[in-house]
């Protein structure tokens, strides 16, 4: 069974940074894409960043110049590196990755924001 498993979620300040960062038990990510979204309170999940296999990157407007996504596929690790935080950050992380076999999410990771 493959498991995707995120790490680095917290609470800090506006203006902090935290580095999310999530493992891949096995490695079937290593062709495809991973990314990370995130889902608010009362809100729809939405994509924040995306890694292609090549390493191209996309970010949602919101988050451009602040969030920088890399990955690592000898370790099947994807990160997420947060700065310049803003509360309409706070949200619960998801790391998702693709592969020959379908889609898989992990648990999520927890970000919180305070003004």
């Known amino acids: 069974q493959v498991q995707l498993v995120e790490s680095g979620g917290g609470l800090v300040q506006a203006g902090g940074s935290l580095r999310l960062s999530c493992a891949a038990s096995?490695?079937?990510?290593?062709?495809?894409?991973m990314g990370w979204y995130r889902q608010a309170p009362g809100k729809q999940r939405e994509l924040v960043a995306w890694i292609t296999s090549s390493s191209s990157t996309t970010y949602a407007d919101s988050v451009k110049g602040r969030f920088t996504i890399s990955r690592d596929n000898v370790k099947n690790t994807v990160r997420l590196q947060m700065n310049s935080l803003q509360p309409e950050d706070t949200a619960v992380y998801y790391c998702?990755?693709?592969?020959?076999?379908?889609?898989?999410w992990g648990q999520g990771t927890q970000v919180t924001v305070s003004s």
């Open positions: 096995r490695n079937i990510f290593s062709n495809y894409g």
């Open positions: 998702k990755g693709q592969s020959s076999y379908g889609d898989y």
